[in-house]
C-alpha cells in the first residue's frame, strides 16, 4: 500500500515457507510489516524470517490455548532478524515486536457479596457482605484481610495491536494498562528508510 509492504502470513508452517523461498528471491519477503505465521508457534524456517526482515512484527495470539503462543524462538528471532526503522524525527527504531498475549491484562473489582454454602443441597446458600467476609492467601503466612478490600480477577482482557498506514508511515499502537492512552511508535514505511 503505497510504500508501505506488508506480509500477512497466516498459518504457514516450516514446510510452507520453505517452498516460498524457492518460489521467490529473498528481497521479495523484504516488508516492513509483517503478522507472525500461526499465533507465534516456533514452527518457522529462520531463513524466511531472515528475508523478511520485517521492521515490525505483530503476533496475534492470547486466546487461552494449550499451545503457549507466541514461543521465544519466534519472538527472538523477529526481533534478531528484522531491520531498524525511522522514527518521525529521524531516530532509529530497532525491530519493534507486538503481541496481544504481552498487550493483555486483567480486569480487577472489588467484591460485594459472598456466598456460602449451607449443605449438600442445590440451593442450600447464605449471602454475606464482603466486608464481613476475611480471607487469607493459601501459600502465604500473609494476615486475613476483607474480602472487600482484596481486588480479586474478574476477567482477562487481551490486548489490541492497532495498525494504521497512510501508505508512508505505519504507526503502531497498544493501549496503556491504566487510563485510555496508547503507546504509539510510528516510522516510516519504504525500502529505503
Not at 5 to 14: A, C, E, P, Q
Not at 156 to 165: E, F, K, Q, S
Request: proline share 4%.
Amino acid at each position: 500500500y503505497g510504500q508501505c509492504r506488508l506480509l500477512l502470513t497466516g498459518d504457514l508452517n516450516k514446510n510452507s515457507q520453505r517452498l516460498m523461498l524457492t518460489y521467490q528471491p529473498m528481497t521479495d519477503l523484504s516488508v516492513d510489516l509483517a503478522k507472525a505465521c500461526h499465533h507465534g508457534s516456533e514452527d518457522i524456517e529462520l531463513d524466511f524470517v531472515k528475508a523478511m526482515q520485517a521492521r515490525a512484527t505483530v503476533i496475534s495470539s492470547g486466546d487461552n490455548e494449550d499451545y503457549a503462543h507466541p514461543r521465544p524462538v519466534l519472538m527472538g528471532a523477529s526481533a534478531r532478524y528484522g531491520r531498524e526503522a525511522k522514527g518521525l524525527n529521524d531516530e532509529s527504531l530497532p525491530p519493534l515486536v507486538y503481541c496481544t498475549e504481552l498487550a493483555r491484562s486483567v480486569k480487577l473489582a472489588y467484591a460485594e457479596s459472598l456466598r456460602i454454602k449451607q449443605s449438600d443441597e442445590v440451593n442450600g446458600f447464605r449471602t454475606i457482605p464482603a466486608g464481613e467476609a476475611w480471607i487469607r492467601a493459601e501459600e502465604s503466612q500473609a494476615k486475613y484481610r476483607p474480602l472487600g478490600f482484596t481486588p480479586i480477577s474478574t476477567d482477562l482482557v487481551y490486548g489490541l495491536v492497532n495498525v494504521r498506514t497512510d501508505g508512508q508511515h505505519i504507526l503502531c499502537a497498544t493501549m496503556e494498562e491504566k487510563g485510555t492512552d496508547f503507546d504509539i511508535k510510528v516510522f516510516q514505511a519504504g525500502q529505503e528508510a
